[in-house]
């Protein structure tokens, strides 16, 4: 909500900043620009208004378009496996058919469970592509600190824009746990609009499973999952995404160096055994980006680099020194938005 007094706007904030505040008008924009009814992000700390959102587009969840394959994800064939056989049939128009001649009593809750990192969000990636299928999706966090007070709402439009889909969708929502924690204080602690987020969440779960016909599957991820509701867990069919062996991490060195040029001799083999401990399939894609870029800043002339071994045991010794982890600092900063509707 906004009014102009003359000098200031009023918003209404809800969520945990409920109340009306008094705002200057914020340099860029107009008195005119605000109505009543207009919708705006308000920085929880400074009090100021940092956009106008617009009301129609930020309703909707543009589906993810992606050409990511299995054949791009590594190391994760018994996870790909189940969920083929879980989700993939009811993700093809003509199983399903047949699956709802049959009867048949289908999963349409999976519950991921695996670290940052180890490849679950590039998985249904490929999941929702091989198999055609629409992706919509959103993160816990999101939920509860972006969308303060509409986190059920949005869980709402989320699967109504699933179910309008004309293609099967899969809903994906990462770092569930924000809000699902399986107590109550904590989830009050985050407001009553996590409980009803989680509420929304709840009934949207029963009602794919109630709906035979439904083309809609529900993915969710988390790496807590003994801090969640066992209301969430129940209606999941939960799938570990371990962190990678060995062999694995050799299987995820191949799919990223697919397209460089290696030099001869390079053994993807001892570079995954150098990559012991608990290092992620987001670990190696960072560090063969650094290989590469190593090799690049190596060669004079770009067009005959090769990447060496050398190239990535340098890249590994800046990983264990913790200056390659650029993108996960970028991704978490991304996650929590400070912003809020008022
Ligand atoms: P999570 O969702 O488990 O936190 P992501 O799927 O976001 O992890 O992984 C981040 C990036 O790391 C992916 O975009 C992908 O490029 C790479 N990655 C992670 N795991 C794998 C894997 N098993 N195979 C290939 N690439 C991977």
């Not at 994760?76 to 199983?95: C, E, H, P, R, W």
Request: hydrophobic letters at 35%.
């Amino acid at each position: 909500m906004c009014a102009f007094d003359g000098h200031r706007i009023w918003v209404e904030a809800s969520g945990n900043m409920k109340g009306r505040y008094g705002v200057e008008i914020p340099a860029g924009f107009e008195v005119d620009d605000f109505q009543p009814g207009t919708e705006v992000a308000l920085d929880p700390n400074s009090f100021k208004v940092t956009d106008i959102l617009d009301r129609g587009k930020d309703a909707e969840f543009d589906s993810t378009e992606t050409d990511v394959t299995f054949q791009d994800v590594g190391g994760l064939n018994d996870v790909i496996s189940s969920l083929k056989s879980n989700v993939g049939a009811q993700l093809d128009d003509s199983k399903r058919e047949k699956i709802e001649d049959w009867g048949m009593d289908m999963d349409k809750s999976i519950l991921l469970i695996g670290k940052p990192g180890t490849g679950k969000t590039h998985m249904v990636k490929a999941l929702s592509n091989e198999y055609d299928a629409e992706i919509f999706m959103i993160n816990g966090p999101q939920l509860v600190e972006k969308f303060i007070g509409e986190g059920a709402k949005k869980v709402k439009r989320l699967y109504e824009q699933a179910r309008d889909s004309e293609k099967p969708a899969i809903v994906f929502i990462d770092e569930v746990d924000a809000v699902a924690k399986k107590r109550l204080d904590e989830r009050r602690h985050g407001g009553e609009e996590v409980e009803r987020t989680m509420s929304q969440l709840l009934s949207e779960l029963d009602g794919l499973d109630n709906e035979n016909d439904s083309n809609v599957i529900s993915i969710l991820a988390t790496n807590k999952p003994d801090v969640m509701d066992p209301a969430l867990l129940n209606r999941c069919n939960a799938i570990e995404v371990p962190v990678p062996s060995n062999e694995a991490k050799e299987e995820i060195f191949q799919v990223h160096t697919r397209s460089l040029d290696l030099e001869d001799g390079v053994d993807l083999g001892i570079l995954a055994a150098e990559m012991e401990d608990d290092y992620t399939g987001r670990d190696i894609k960072q560090v063969v980006r650094q290989a590469a870029v190593n090799s690049l800043e190596r060669t004079d002339d770009a067009s005959e680099a090769e990447v060496q071994t050398e190239d990535f045991m340098t890249a590994i010794q800046e990983l264990r020194e913790g200056n390659l982890g650029m993108e996960k600092d970028f991704l978490s900063e991304e996650q929590t938005p400070r912003e809020m509707f008022a």
